[in-house]
């Protein structure tokens, strides 16, 4: 079911679950694009900590964060939506790898890892698997769904 939240954000179809949400795809109408729907679950204690945590994080292997809003009772974060597939998915499609490319990924992914530890206040992910690391077209990898 389709609704538009807050006269920007389209609701357009679901791309995943889990423990702290529900997720969609999402088009934002004023920039036109793409974007990611996170519907906190109802039971989730602090609604806002995944988007605190994330809202001022500026890395390439990072999803953005656009807003957080209270929508007729739901709450959602509003973020970039990440094109690709996630490794999971590219694990149960046999998806075979190289050498040269499975470090590039595990260098990417430490990288990333390195810039969330050494914050003023460290920042650990909780939920590192291959579900919640996505493969851009690019070659480059984003560390999503902090499972906050």
Known sequence: MQKVLDGRYQTLEP????????????????????????????GIRDKNREAEILKNLH??????????IDSEGDTFIVMEYIEGQS??????????FTQKQAAEYGTQLLEVLEYLHTQKIPIIHGDIKPGNIMLRPNGTITLIDFGT
Do not use: E, M, W
């Open 87 to 96: 490794f999971k998915n590219l694990l149960s499609r046999n998806q075979r």
């Open 15 to 42: 791309i995943g679950a889990g423990g702290g949400g529900t997720i969609y795809k999402g088009y934002h109408l004023h920039l036109q694009k793409y974007i990611v729907l996170k519907k906190i679950h109802k």
């Open 59 to 68: 890395h390439t292997s990072l999803p953005q964060i656009y807003d957080f």
